[in-house]
């Protein structure tokens, strides 16, 4: 059973950043695609960013130029630093990892971007 572990979540200022990590119980290596995915209240899960196993990178145009995502295969984790944060990015983060049409979700981190 694959298991996909967050952290990394919390409250902070506007302006300010934060990384999030994601713990896979496998090798990373092993998905097709891992990535982070967020849901604010009252609106849909949507795409932040996505790496596949090629190393190819995906952002959401809001993440675009303020959230890396990069992997470390020898932690098997997935992270996402964030910069620039804005109220628009509160929201609870999801790690998602996928081999073919099998999804593979963690429970969530909250981030609340708040003065």
């Known amino acids: 059973q694959v298991q996909l572990v967050e952290s990394g979540g919390g409250l902070v200022r506007p302006g300010g950043s934060l990384r999030l990590s994601c713990v896979a119980s496998e090798n990373i290596f092993n998905f097709n695609t891992m990535g982070w995915y967020r849901q604010a209240p009252g609106k849909q899960r949507e795409l932040v960013a996505r790496?596949?196993?090629?190393?190819?990178?995906n952002y959401a145009d809001f993440a675009e130029g303020r959230f890396t995502i990069s992997r470390d295969g020898g932690l098997n984790t997935v992270d996402l630093q964030m910069n620039g944060l804005t109220s628009e990015d509160t929201a609870a983060y999801y790690c998602?990892?996928?081999?073919?049409?099998?999804?593979?979700w963690g429970q969530g981190t909250q981030v609340t971007v708040s003065s």
């Open positions: 998602h990892a996928n081999i073919l049409t099998r999804n593979y």
């Open positions: 790496i596949n196993v090629g190393g190819r990178t």
